[in-house]
């Protein structure tokens, strides 16, 4: 009867699928799962590393997929679509590739990429604090809200590289002690590097004794 009323449908396209499985095999077969050999920042495959390494603040990203196909359509429904229950499936994805990527790092925490408040009541939920709750669980560590983000940000989509990292300087700061943490930063997607950068120079700044990060997907240049 629950099934009947709440169909289990595919993350991607929304179609109903059978229960037990999160994606139809048509949208399956356009997701881009990162493998071979990457980049050992910004966790591309090395041919399209485009990250600014000197700047990074993070030790090292790891994300699942290229921002495209599917993987896009999957983030766009999460956050346009305002379906917090995509988190489910994002999270999971994350949380197997940080335990084989990051299986040596003792990790004290995972904390999120912070919203504004009044983009959090938009959407009504802040995305990257799904996600982080979820992988936080599966993990079995403590998650952490450690950062604020200042009003003053406008937005990345017309910025270059370059710009980007300008943009977010200066523009997070930590509520909380992290002093001697290793921390794990996640958020969906990284582009340039720059405000996962951003956000881990402040927590290590604020006394983090290391900074990994971790997204859904990763942007490639075309």
Do not use: W
């Amino acid at each position: 009867m629950i099934s009947y009323l709440f169909p289990n449908k595919c993350v991607c396209c929304g179609n109903i699928i059978p229960e037990k499985i999160s994606i139809c095999d048509e949208c399956r077969k356009n997701l881009h799962r990162i493998e071979g050999k990457l980049c050992e920042f910004c966790g591309r495959e090395i041919p399209h590393c485009n990250c600014r390494r000197s700047e990074n603040g993070f030790r090292r990203n790891v994300s699942v997929f290229r921002y495209d196909g599917s993987a896009a359509q999957i983030v766009k429904r999460f956050k346009m679509g305002k379906i917090p229950q995509i988190s489910v499936y994002i999270s999971n994805e994350m949380s197997m590739l940080i335990e084989r990527e990051y299986g040596a790092v003792e990790f004290d925490c995972v904390t999120f990429v912070p919203m504004t408040r009044i983009k959090e009541m938009r959407r009504g939920f802040n995305h990257a604090e799904l996600i982080a709750k979820r992988v936080s669980d599966n993990l079995h560590l403590p998650m952490r809200s450690l950062l604020k983000r200042s009003l003053g940000i406008h937005s990345q989509k017309s910025l270059n590289s370059v710009n980007r990292y300008k943009n977010v300087r200066g523009k997070f700061h930590t509520v909380k002690s992290v002093q001697g943490m290793t921390v794990l930063l996640v958020d969906d997607v990284i582009t340039t590097g720059a405000t996962l950068s951003e956000c881990a120079l402040q927590l290590k700044s604020a006394g983090a004794a290391a900074v990994f990060s971790a997204t859904f997907a990763s942007t490639y240049k075309k």
